[in-house]
């Protein structure tokens, strides 16, 4: 395992992108993760399944905000020759080495790490490696936390698939996240097909979850019925990540215990 790393943000960037990458990872987000894996298991299976069913013809990935790769199964990462990993949070080359380094490095896969902004730098990234495919790593969902503005972090992240337009690339990412009623029995951790037929408003648009037709409003209400969400959820901005009609998987995350998420992911090929 040949690995790399290289640098592009001053100390004060970071140190707070150690401590919490503006709310998005950082130690806290390490110490919450490793206390959380066995919670988090039915959730970790879900994500295996779903990449481990993708078609791959790259042997090159570019691995956006992985973090130290705590929900990422190995043996998908091995299946790749090179992996180039972009992530803000310095201690990511430390451990996502003591989580995947062994198998990787027993595979001779050439790791590199990139600490950089890689949603704001993705054109230059996409530039430089041409042949390689993309998974943006549970990352989209957080634009909206970490730039504090719901209108420019629609903007950018609808603008993505223009970028990546030709590509190989996928994403797991937050739809919704809020608080649920843990007084009521644990919800069934059951994952729904989903594709938005549209890029209409949230009143009007139409989707299709699990083959049948509805507005998004009502299989919203829906998804948040099934895990005894209460209170208001926070929408993480990222409906139009895929185009219309891009087939993915929904499936619920238990963050915290009180507290959980709607997780979407999806392919596209290219
Ligand atoms: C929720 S965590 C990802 C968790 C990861 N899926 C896992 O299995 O542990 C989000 C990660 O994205 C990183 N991040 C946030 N914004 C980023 C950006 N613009 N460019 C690169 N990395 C970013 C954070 O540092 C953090 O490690």
Same mark, same amino acid.
């Given at each position: 395992?040949?690995?790399?790393?290289?640098?592009?943000?001053?100390?004060?960037?970071?140190?707070?992108?150690?401590?919490?990458?503006?709310?998005?990872?950082?130690?806290?987000?390490?110490?919450?993760?490793?206390?959380?894996?066995?919670?988090?298991?039915?959730?970790?299976?879900?994500?295996?399944?779903?990449?481990?069913?993708?078609?791959?013809?790259?042997?090159?990935?570019?691995?956006?905000?992985?973090?130290?790769?705590?929900?990422?199964?190995?043996?998908?990462?091995?299946?790749?020759?090179?992996?180039?990993?972009?992530?803000?949070?310095?201690?990511?080359?430390?451990?996502?080495?003591?989580?995947?380094?062994?198998?990787?490095?027993?595979?001779?896969?050439?790791?590199?790490?990139?600490?950089?902004?890689?949603?704001?730098?993705?054109?230059?990234?996409?530039?430089?490696?041409?042949?390689?495919?993309?998974?943006?790593?549970?990352?989209?969902?957080?634009?909206?936390?970490?730039?504090?503005?719901?209108?420019?972090?629609?903007?950018?992240? *609808?603008?993505?698939?223009? =970028?990546? +337009?030709?590509? #190989?690339? &996928?994403?797991?990412? !937050?739809?919704?996240?809020?608080? @649920?009623?843990?007084?009521?029995?644990?919800?069934?951790?059951?994952?729904?097909?989903?594709?938005?037929?549209?890029?209409?408003?949230?009143?009007?648009?139409?989707?299709?979850?699990?083959?049948?037709?509805?507005?998004?409003?009502? *299989?919203?209400?829906?998804? =948040?019925? +099934?895990?005894? #969400?209460? &209170?208001?959820?926070? !929408?993480?901005?990222?409906?139009? @990540?895929?185009?219309?009609?891009?087939?993915?998987?929904?499936?619920?995350?238990?963050?915290?215990?009180?507290?959980?998420?709607?997780?979407?992911?999806?392919?596209?090929?290219?």
């Amino acid at each position: 395992m040949n690995t790399k790393v290289t640098a592009h943000l001053p100390w004060a960037s970071w140190i707070r992108d150690l401590v919490h990458a503006g709310g998005t990872g950082g130690i806290h987000w390490h110490v919450h993760a490793l206390r959380s894996l066995n919670r988090w298991l039915t959730t970790r299976e879900c994500i295996a399944q779903f990449l481990a069913g993708i078609e791959l013809k790259q042997s090159h990935l570019l691995l956006i905000g992985p973090s130290a790769g705590w929900m990422l199964p190995t043996p998908w990462l091995a299946r790749f020759k090179q992996i180039d990993v972009y992530d803000i949070d310095p201690l990511v080359p430390l451990l996502f080495g003591l989580r995947h380094g062994k198998v990787l490095r027993d595979h001779a896969i050439a790791l590199r790490f990139h600490r950089q902004d890689a949603v704001a730098g993705l054109p230059k990234i996409l530039r430089e490696h041409p042949q390689a495919c993309v998974w943006f790593d549970n990352v989209l969902g957080q634009v909206k936390v970490r730039l504090g503005d719901e209108e420019i972090a629609q903007r950018q992240l *609808a603008h993505l698939k223009r =970028l990546l +337009q030709g590509r #190989a690339w &996928g994403s797991l990412h !937050d739809v919704y996240s809020g608080s @649920v009623d843990t007084a009521m029995a644990l919800p069934a951790m059951q994952t729904h097909a989903f594709r938005r037929l549209d890029e209409a408003d949230e009143d009007t648009a139409q989707v299709e979850i699990n083959g049948q037709q509805q507005l998004l409003s009502t *299989a919203a209400q829906n998804l =948040l019925t +099934q895990i005894n #969400a209460q &209170g208001v959820w926070l !929408d993480h901005a990222t409906a139009t @990540v895929f185009a219309p009609h891009t087939q993915t998987t929904l499936m619920p995350w238990a963050f915290k215990p009180n507290y959980w998420h709607w997780l979407e992911a999806g392919w596209v090929k290219p």
